[in-house]
């Protein structure tokens, strides 16, 4: 039976809280990833709460993250926490940010009366998403994939 030192045992037992994954095409979930990254880093230091999968990468895999398929991923923000559980659209926003201590600034969208409100504001953001940071169309993306993004 082998042992680990102290080191080597909290970097095995470590495992992100939250895998984000994201389009690695569009400037904004760019700068979003960007931002994340640091603030977990200055309040995680090495035992980061967050990781980031790139879903526009040609090596994307569904399978390695619950199958959820690149045409999912593209449509709407999804995270995995370290349960295996798939988190969408504005919880995604609020577990990220709760897990780098800045949980406070997406508090007010659990408000029951402005939970509705961000709910639709980001799913007709979702919708556009693609289009306002000058990204090709969902079906070119795909076409550009040779359509895998329909057999994920």
């Known amino acids: ?9 909290q970097e095995a037992a470590h495992s992100p809280a939250l895998t984000l994954l994201y389009d690695g095409g569009c ?3 760019l700068r979003e990833v960007k931002l994340l990254g640091s603030k977990d880093r200055q309040r995680n230091g090495e035992l980061l709460k967050l990781t980031f999968v790139d879903i526009d990468h040609a090596d994307y895999n569904p ?5 959820i398929s690149y045409r999912e991923a593209m449509g709407r923000i999804h995270a995995i ?6 988190l969408r659209d504005v919880e995604v926003f609020r577990r990220a940010y709760g897990l780098i201590g800045l949980g406070w ?5 659990q408000w029951p009366l402005l939970r509705p409100i961000i709910n639709l504001a980001y799913s007709i953001w979702a ?3 693609l289009r306002i940071t000058g990204r090709p169309s969902l079906e070119n993306l ?3 994939r040779n359509d895998k993004c329909n057999l994920d």
Do not use: F, I, K
Not at 2 to 9: K, R
Not at 81 to 86: K, L, Q, R
């Open 1 to 9: 039976m082998s042992s680990l030192n102290n080191d080597e045992h």
């Open 27 to 29: 400037p904004l979930c």
């Open 63 to 67: 399978m390695s993250y619950a199958g």
């Open 81 to 86: 926490d370290e349960s295996g559980t798939v």
């Open 105 to 109: 600034l997406y508090a007010p969208t």
């Open 127 to 129: 919708d556009l998403r």
């Open 142 to 144: 795909c076409q550009a």
